[in-house]
């Protein structure tokens, strides 16, 4: 049974960083895609990033270069740092994962979710 675990979430100020991480049990996370989503309250699910197997890594625009998609395959562990943070950024954040090894902008491709971590930024 594939289960994922966020932690890492928070309240911190604007301009702040977080480490957000995502433990994976019975899934082997080194040969499929796994990317991170959020929600906020009232809005639609946002897909920010993506890493697919040999590393590759897409990002949503509003997050595009103060975001990092990582994965530690030893550690069966997803990474989202996250630095200049701002207070659009507040929502839950969630892990999911595919059993392929193709990457899609779409939270329909993914098969395994975890359970959220929210992340709230002052302004």
């Known amino acids: 049974q594939v289960q994922l675990v966020e932690s890492g979430g928070g309240s911190v100020q604007s301009g702040g960083s977080l480490r957000l991480s995502c433990v994976a049990s019975?899934?082997?996370?080194?040969?499929?895609?796994m990317a991170w989503f959020r929600q906020a309250p009232g809005k639609e699910r946002e897909e920010i990033a993506v890493?697919?197997?040999?590393?590759?890594?897409r990002y949503a625009d509003s997050v595009k270069g103060r975001f990092t998609i990582s994965k530690d395959n030893a550690k069966a562990t997803l990474y989202l740092q996250m630095n200049s943070l701002k207070a659009e950024d507040t929502a839950m954040y969630y892990c999911?994962?595919?059993?392929?090894?193709?990457?899609?902008?779409?939270?329909?491709?993914?098969?395994?979710w975890g359970q959220g971590t929210q992340v709230t930024v002052s302004s």
């Open positions: 019975g899934y082997t996370i080194g040969g499929f895609c």
């Open positions: 999911a994962a595919t059993n392929s090894g193709i990457c899609l902008w779409t939270g329909t491709w993914y098969e395994y």
């Open positions: 890493i697919a197997r040999g590393d590759n890594t």
